[in-house]
């Protein structure tokens, strides 16, 4: 892939910051996208107001859009109206800019996440699977759909549907560390849904090959192909941690401190598997639970 010029949003986020450094090692020239843009390398917008200069995204060959209130917390009425319009409204404005220049970019990698199918229990899921119900699923079919109007001007759209991103650096997995390491962790309700996870750096990667893959375009799941249940995540990660992982956490409980958004992520099943991925001949650094997970640690020296 020939050096590019590269507009990235969420820069600052758990994926961009790491797709960033990466970007620039590979000779790449990198802009971020930014509610405080203070300098040389950054474009100012503000989403929620619906402005954003066009000018300040002429002459980029790719853009990686990042950008989007974080789930991870109980969705209130009003949080749910934030995740939602952070999303679908900031994806629709850069869209239309993007549409409206003379020169646009050749690709927009616009994430979306497995949250999509929703909760499904032991149906395997790829990307012709159509969309669930809920929240979560109606937020995913907006979001990607808000990026309409550069695949009507000719650019190729890509959506990476992410799943559970691992690293220790953040996310679930630095959530889930402290009561592990302790001896208290254990399955979430019956244990019984699926987890489809991914690492980071392979997240990195798949952002990578959509910037570069002419042939990928529409929704690419992002996962690792050996989905787990959540009681084999949890035990895995009890064995690699050398700690016992018995002391289960009753879906009532979690339902009672997060109320929807336990049943919208924590407790949901989705069996997501990559299939344009693998399709297109895609390896992926860590396809296997274990393995990623004690290479993971062992950076942490957490590890037995």
């Known amino acids: 892939m020939p050096p590019l010029r590269v507009l990235v949003s969420g820069a600052r986020g758990l994926i961009g910051s790491a797709l960033l450094p990466r970007l620039r090692a590979r000779g790449h020239e990198t802009s971020v996208l930014t509610r405080r843009a203070e300098g040389p390398g950054e474009v100012g917008w503000d989403p929620a107001g619906g402005r954003l200069e066009a000018r300040g995204l002429e002459g980029f060959d790719a853009v990686v859009h990042l950008a989007g209130e974080p789930l991870a917390a109980r969705w209130t009425p009003r949080r749910k109206v934030l995740i939602r319009e952070s999303r ?5 404005l850069l869209a239309r800019r993007l549409a409206d220049l003379e020169r646009p970019p050749r690709v927009l990698v616009s994430i979306s996440a497995i949250g999509f199918y929703g909760d499904r229990g032991d149906e395997l899921l790829d990307e012709a699977s159509p969309p669930g119900a809920g929240f979560l699923p109606e ?15 000719g650019i190729r759209v890509v959506h990476p549907r992410l ?5 220790p650096r953040g ?3 630095a959530r889930l560390l402290p009561s592990f390491r302790f001896g208290l962790g254990g399955p979430l309700g019956d244990g019984r849904a699926w987890w489809s996870w991914v690492v980071l750096d392979d997240v990195i990667d798949v952002l990578e090959r959509a910037l570069a893959d002419e042939g990928l375009a529409g929704p690419v799941n992002v996962v690792a192909p050996g989905a787990v249940t959540n009681l084999t995540f949890t035990r895995t ?7 016992p992982a018995l ?4 879906a009532l409980a979690l339902r009672a401190l997060f109320g929807e958004m336990a049943d919208g992520t924590l407790l949901a099943s989705a069996r997501v598997t990559p299939r344009r991925l693998q399709d297109a001949g895609h390896a992926f650094r860590f396809p296997g639970l274990e393995e990623a997970l004690r290479q993971l640690l062992a950076r942490t020296g957490a590890a037995a």
């Not at 799943?163 to 690293?167: C, D, H, R, S």
């Not at 002391?247 to 009753?250: G, N, S, T």
Request: include cysteine.
């Open 171 to 173: 996310g679930a997995l």
């Open 247 to 250: 002391l289960p956490v009753p």
């Open 163 to 167: 799943g559970l991103v691992l690293t």
């Open 88 to 92: 679908v409204a900031g994806t629709r």
């Open 237 to 243: 990660l009890g064995r690699v941690l050398g700690r």
């Open 139 to 153: 937020v995913c079919r907006a979001w990607e759909e808000a990026a309409a109007p550069c695949a009507a001007r």
